[in-house]
């Protein structure tokens, strides 16, 4: 006990002397070794696209935030020695050397040598169609190719220092001891005023301002009259070089070892004391996105990144750059060091604690406020009251004195110290202890955290864990962390954010997920967790710091602040983070305390968005020498106007860069093709940090490339960049070739169409000949069938029996009506039609005839459908005597009872009649079966012949034509006759 009241005596009487305050700005450093061809920086410009252009002893360089790209007399300057750069209306580079104007246009330099006998100086500008310049013996004009001197005869010293045309139109001309005007255009020169050496002279919405090494700033309120400004600003050294920022009211001083930044009567200089590490400063330049840029003489170039970061490092106060913790008491600032104690920032002064080592405090983990502040080290807790200071270790009743987590429960009025094997619990100074042994399962507590619902979270080496005031629940890599060895805990978004070792991640409604910050493997090591009130969830990593929004919809913006922003060093320390009341946000680095200036942050965010450029254009991957092709091309991206491509030169890759000064790392692109097939032609591509894209197989047609850059992870600008280009159609798809494939394709169809009808047709005549010799053949074979020697025999026979009975009436009957179906044949022979009418009428003599013969054997009927007319229906002739010839002599006669023959006529359709004959035989398989086969039979034979006639005349004429039968009719399965039916077609001449 005795030792640790030395401490506390000690530690409550040692106090350190107070220093003043200062921030420390970062600077971006770019020299030879990044890519600049020389380190003497003449001048600084910037072009539509975004592109910073740097004139040097070496050549000229133009930067895209990322890469430099030089010219030099190897690529058509005429002279390395740049001094001095301007870009004209028409956007092309003008570059004044040692010898004269060169002109570059993008893709081509082109010299224009002088023969005045000067020396050029630093100053030009471009105004319309001209260009002015300053040199030894005045001003000169550069017009059309030609060069005016305008010598100044009567001043003493005739160099020209400035040169500059004021919103009235007057042209203003600044030498070493006077200063000219040219007014209202007039070539006339007019002194206006002595003055010791105008250097620089800069015009701003209501005034101009003259700056006069040792003069301080002149206001000028009238073309006539300058009067100095009451509160002028007199630098200690001469002033080198001004800019004015795109507000118009803050300015920028440089003199040759600082740059001072005026906003009204507000000055900040920033020199070797406070972070710019060189101080033989050139030139200066305040860019679109208000970037400053620094050029040096002989060291490079110098990007100012702003007040979005400073930085407290020892240099500026603090007792060691490694700061482990943050809090904030009694409206000071608390920094804790790893191995140094503890500094206290207060409104202008830092103060630091005395160091803890000859006290075994050294080696500090974590801070946290409240009513008293509380550091944690590795051989006890350090408590800061109003008044004094007390140490609790192991002595006191602390389960470990190695400290690694501190956390203020307002729930329990009670302050959490986590360790190794669990934690203790400090209120009203009284400890209790909460360990493994006891239960609880967290070891190497990392951090503790309350959520809104009131349950405690534990991160550590082996998970995290939830308390609700009875049960513990573990969440290990078995329910989804990415790693047992977590960090630290957040609430953001209705989620438990956790920070591993092996990345970030988030509980959603007891479900793990992880979130990616990027590809990074520094990026895994999530060191420190916080939120804030807009909505914000800050991540530190060994890879800088993250930003995460998600806003209504789900969107998720990420942004990453890094060595581009101002940092000193990437490595954040673990849960070395801190929100004060003023909204500044801290972070503990390895290279000093970090402090983020959130307001900053949305000035920055106002700045004008980062532009996309389509730098060049490749064919099958191969760069293209456009000008060999007789294209023209487009200033800055030596890419063609109106290109014209051909059909297979369909393999494309355009290649762009975003300009963004501000973050050029964070730079994401996105792009589409108008025109194309698929997607590409409506949507925009998925974001990439590719600069490139490639098309392949292209058709023909009229295409956009479009391209857009982002800075601001899930946002978008409106602008974008685009390229219009026409892949011609190849011959054989032109209209002209298509119609004339047309028309020969047609022409040959035809051609093959006309061959073969007419095959076909000679083909058709052929068959419709062979078919005709067909048909007279079977004609008359139909007509011998009907007129057979058996039934010309016989029926003269039944005369003769009718003779030799001496029944003359009945021979003369049989006689006439022979006779008239014998006329009745040989008439129809004749023709190849013949009316229904006379076909029945032919039919009912021959079976009239057979009747007679027959003494009544059998009856017969002849039954017509009353819509049809008989006379006027044509029908092939002579066709269904031989059915009924077949019904009489195979159905009728071999049957005992009297026989009785149906006919009846119907209609099909509109092109066809239908002709059923029945009778009542014994069946024409019966018949079959008692007389065997008889393929030779007349009878067979004459309805075969019917058959192939009607076959003929459907493929003749086209007309349905057919037989059906004979087959036998059954009734109750008893066979009760013989039917066939003829489907015969109506011939020309029919009414239907």
């Known amino acids: ?21 200062a921030q420390r700005h970062t600077f971006i450093h770019y020299t030879t070794e990044d890519g600049l061809p020389q380190s003497q920086i003449h001048d600084i410009i910037q072009d539509k696209n975004g592109f910073i252009w740097f004139s040097t002893s070496g050549g000229i360089s133009k930067f895209d935030g990322k890469t430099f790209e030089n010219y030099s007399t190897l690529n058509g300057l005429s002279n390395n020695q740049s001094r001095d750069l301007a870009i004209d209306k028409y956007e092309q580079l003008w570059i004044l050397d040692l010898d004269g104007l060169t002109n570059f246009n ?46 100044l005869e009567k001043c003493k010293n005739k160099t020209v220092d400035d040169i500059h045309r004021d919103k009235k139109g007057n042209l203003w001309v600044f030498t070493r001891e006077e200063s000219f005007i040219f007014k209202n255009d007039s070539e006339d020169l007019s002194t206006l005023l002595a003055l010791p050496q105008i250097s620089k002279v800069i015009e701003t919405d209501s005034n101009s301002f003259l700056l006069s090494p040792g003069k301080g700033i002149y206001i000028d309120y009238s073309i006539d009259k300058l009067i100095p400004e009451k509160n002028n600003y007199s630098p200690t050294n001469l002033i080198k070089d001004f800019a004015v920022e795109n507000d118009g009211n803050t300015i920028w001083i440089a003199t040759s070892n600082s740059v001072t930044q005026c906003i009204g009567e507000n000055k900040m200089t920033i020199n070797e004391k406070n972070g710019l590490e060189y101080n033989n400063i050139q030139c200066i330049f305040i860019d679109r996105e208000n970037i400053l840029w620094i050029g040096t003489d002989g060291n490079g170039v110098y990007k100012y990144t702003g007040n979005l970061i400073s930085i407290y490092t020892e240099a500026d106060g603090l007792n060691s750059d490694l700061t482990m913790g943050i809090t904030e008491f009694n409206n000071e600032m608390y920094v804790l060091s790893f191995n140094k104690g503890i500094n206290i920032i207060s409104k202008d002064s830092i103060y630091s604690l005395p160091e803890f080592e000859d006290f075994g405090l050294s080696k500090a983990w974590c801070i946290t406020g409240g009513e008293d502040v509380w550091a944690g080290f590795n051989s ?27 956390y203020y429960d307002e729930v329990q009025n009670a302050l959490l110290v986590g360790s190794e094997n669990g934690y203790s619990l400090i209120k009203d100074d009284k400890i209790s202890v909460n360990t493994i042994e006891n239960g609880f399962p967290v070891k190497r507590i990392r951090m503790f955290k309350r959520d809104k619902e009131n349950n405690l979270w534990f991160a550590g080496i082996n998970g995290i864990a939830k308390y609700n005031g009875d049960d513990y629940k573990v969440y290990t890599v078995a329910d989804g962390l990415l790693s047992n060895s977590t960090y630290n805990i957040e609430f953001y978004n209705n989620k438990v954010w956790i920070g591993t070792k092996n990345g970030l991640c988030y509980i959603d409604n007891d479900s793990i997920h992880a979130f990616s910050l990027g590809n990074n493997p520094k990026d895994i090591s999530i060191n420190l967790l916080i939120g804030d009130e807009r909505g914000k969830l800050w991540v530190g990593t060994n890879n800088g710091i993250y930003s995460i929004y998600i806003d209504e919809k789900k969107d998720v913006f990420l942004e990453h602040y890094g060595l581009q922003n101002g940092l000193l060093g990437l ?7 801190y929100l004060d009341k003023n909204g500044n946000l801290f972070f503990g680095s390895e290279k ?69 000064m501000q973050n050029p790392t964070a730079l994401r692109y996105r792009f589409m093709l108008l025109g194309a097939e698929g997607e590409l032609s409506e949507n925009w591509s ?28 899930g946002s978008w600008p409106a602008e974008y960049s685009e390229y219009s280009f026409i892949i011609k159609t190849p011959y054989y798809a032109s209209w002209w070739f298509r119609t004339l494939s047309v028309l020969l394709t047609l022409s040959l169809l035809y051609s093959i169409y006309s061959f073969r009808i007419k095959s076909l047709k000679q083909k058709q005549e052929v068959l419709f000949l062979q078919s005709r010799s067909k048909m007279l053949a079977l004609e008359q074979q139909t007509l011998n069938a009907n007129m057979n020697r058996h039934f010309v025999f016989n029926a003269l026979n039944s005369i003769q029996y009718y003779l030799n009975k001496e029944d003359k009436l009945s021979a003369n009957k049989y006689l006439s009506r022979f006779a008239k179906l014998i006329r009745k044949n040989l008439d129809s022979s004749q023709s190849k039609q013949t009316t229904l009418k006379e076909e029945i009428d032919r039919m009912v003599l021959y079976m009239e005839l057979e009747q007679m013969r027959f003494s009544d054997k059998f009856t017969f009927s002849f039954e017509v459908d009353p819509t049809i007319i008989t006379r006027e229906i044509n029908i092939p002739s002579m066709l269904f005597q031989p059915y009924l010839e077949n019904s009489i002599w195979h159905g009728i006669l071999p049957m005992e009872q009297l026989g009785k023959i149906e006919v009846s006529i119907c209609a099909v359709n509109s092109n066809s009649i239908k002709i059923s004959i029945f009778d009542n035989g014994i069946g024409i398989d019966t018949s079959i079966k008692q007389k065997g086969e008889q393929p030779n039979d007349h009878i067979s034979v004459g309805m075969q012949i019917t058959k192939n006639r009607l076959e003929l005349y459907q493929q003749i004429n086209n007309k349905e034509a057919s037989v059906v039968g004979p087959f036998e009719v059954k009734e109750n399965g008893i066979t009760i006759g013989t039917k066939v039916e003829l489907i015969l077609p109506l011939l020309e001449g029919s009414e239907k």
């Open 1 to 21: 006990m005795p030792k640790l009241l030395r401490i506390l005596l000690l530690l409550f009487v040692l106090f350190c002397s107070k220093i003043g305050i």
């Open 106 to 151: 993008g893709y081509r330099f082109q010299h224009f040598p002088t023969e005045l006998p000067i020396s050029f100086t630093k100053e030009m500008f471009c105004d319309g169609d001209s260009i002015w310049f300053g040199c030894d013996l005045g001003l000169v004009k550069f017009y059309n190719g030609n060069y005016k001197l305008y010598p």
């Open 380 to 406: 006890g807790l350090l408590k800061i009251s109003k008044n004094q200071k007390s140490l609790f270790t192991e002595e006191n009743g602390l389960l470990n004195n190695r400290i690694t987590a501190l």
């Open 571 to 577: 490595e954040t320390n673990m849960n070395a983070a």
């Open 592 to 660: 000093g305390l970090v402090r983020f200036d959130r307001n900053e942050l949305e000035i920055l965010k106002k700045r004008v968005p980062p532009k996309v450029v389509i730098n060049s254009l490749q064919i099958y991957l191969k760069d293209i020498d456009w000008i060999k092709r007789g294209d023209s091309l487009s200033y800055g991206s030596s890419l063609p106007v109106d290109l014209l491509l051909e059909p297979n030169e369909n393999y494309l890759t355009f290649t762009f860069s975003g300009i963004n």
């Open 686 to 713: 998925n974001p990439t940090i590719n600069n490139f894209a490639t098309f392949s197989n292209l058709s023909s047609g009229h295409y956009t490339f479009r391209a857009q850059s982002s800075a601001n992870s």
